[in-house]
Each structure stands twice: as structure tokens, then as C-alpha cells.
């Protein structure tokens, strides 16, 4: 993101530096100045509001996502699967000869 100087409040704040601390602004680990800072940058700077927000729907998206593990019987049929893929990839490469 180009750095501008925000259009109507002196936030002392970058967009550069805005989008560096996003991450620590969306999980709430900032400072009450730093955080008054980031505020006042947002309200007067489009290109940064629109950033964040793209930011923190990613964010909530993928932690909607759901977190599964194969059960134990799906691995081992995984690993039956690809080994036989293995072996077969392995048996034409060696028939192409
Ligand atoms: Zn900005």
C-alpha cells in the first residue's frame, strides 16, 4: 500500500505503518495511544479502512473453517491408496524403459 498523509486528521501514523500493526489491531493487542492512532488514521483514510476490513473478514472466514482430522481408518486408507499410486507410477515409469 502507497503511504499518503491522511486527508483530514493528523493521526502521526503512516498507512505503512497502519497495515504493519493490523494483525496486533484485530486481536486487541496494542496500546490505548496506538490504538487512539489507528482510529484517527481510519477515519480519515478510505484506502486503510477498506484494508483492514478486508483483512479481518480473511480472517474471520478461516477461522470459520472447519478443523478436521481423518479418523484412524481413513488413514490408513489414505496411506494404502497413495502407496498403491506409488507403486503404480513406479511400475509404468519402470515399463516405459
Ligand atoms: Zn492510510
Do not use: W
Amino acid at each position: 500500500m502507497e503511504d499518503h498523509p491522511s486527508q483530514c486528521i493528523d493521526s502521526g501514523m503512516t498507512c505503512r505503518e497502519l497495515t504493519d500493526r493490523t494483525s496486533d489491531y484485530l486481536e486487541d493487542r496494542l496500546s490505548a495511544v496506538m490504538k487512539m492512532g489507528m482510529g484517527l488514521h481510519l477515519a480519515s483514510c478510505v484506502g486503510c479502512r477498506t484494508y483492514v476490513g478486508q483483512i479481518s473478514l480473511v480472517r474471520d472466514a478461516v477461522a470459520r473453517i472447519p478443523k478436521e482430522v481423518p479418523s484412524r481408518i481413513n488413514r490408513l486408507r489414505l496411506r494404502q491408496q497413495f502407496a498403491m499410486c506409488r507403486s503404480t507410477i513406479t511400475y509404468q515409469r519402470g515399463g516405459v524403459r
